[in-house]
């Protein structure tokens, strides 16, 4: 059974940290590389995160780099993303997805098989 379910989302201050959480099915999360997206109102879908199936490899957007940490833990089929020093400009539904990709293409989305709903997190100024 394919499943993504992302948790953690909510309502903090400019400047805050959250965590989000990604759980997923042992059959989605094998093997696959794991992303983060995001989407705010009126905008495309963007990447914001990526890490590779045994976690060596990290990707992130240039806009969070230095403030988002993506993290997985294989034995618990959980992928996180830990959002520092966050911006109103991050609020956005943030989705997580899985898919046997690699490389550079790891940040585009339609290489992609599994998403998740997503969980809205809203940052205030």
Same mark, same amino acid.
């Given at each position: 059974?394919?499943?993504?379910?992302? =948790?953690?989302?909510?309502?903090?201050?400019?400047?805050? =940290?959250?965590?989000?959480?990604?759980?997923?099915?042992?059959?989605?999360?094998?093997?696959?590389? @794991?992303?983060? %997206?995001?989407? /705010?109102?009126?905008?495309?879908?963007? %990447?914001?995160? /990526?890490?590779?199936?045994?976690?060596?490899? /990290?990707?992130?957007?240039? =806009?969070?780099?230095?403030?988002?940490?993506?993290?997985?833990?294989?034995?618990?089929?959980? +992928?996180?993303?830990? @959002?520092?020093?966050?911006?109103?400009?991050?609020?956005?539904?943030?989705?997580?997805?899985?898919?046997?990709?690699?490389?550079?293409?790891?940040?585009?989305?339609?290489?992609?098989?599994?998403?998740?709903?997503?969980?809205? +997190?809203?940052? =205030?100024?």
């Amino acid at each position: 059974q394919v499943r993504l379910e992302e =948790s953690g989302g909510g309502l903090v201050q400019a400047g805050d =940290s959250l965590r989000v959480s990604c759980a997923a099915s042992e059959r989605t999360f094998r093997r696959n590389a @794991m992303g983060w %997206f995001r989407q /705010a109102p009126g905008k495309e879908r963007e %990447f914001v995160a /990526a890490i590779t199936w045994t976690g060596g490899s /990290a990707y992130y957007a240039g =806009s969070v780099k230095g403030r988002f940490t993506i993290s997985r833990d294989n034995a618990k089929n959980t +992928v996180y993303l830990q @959002m520092n020093s966050l911006k109103p400009e991050d609020t956005a539904v943030y989705f997580c997805a899985a898919g046997l990709v690699g490389g550079t293409v790891i940040t585009r989305s339609e290489n992609y098989d599994y998403w998740g709903q997503g969980t809205q +997190v809203t940052v =205030s100024s």
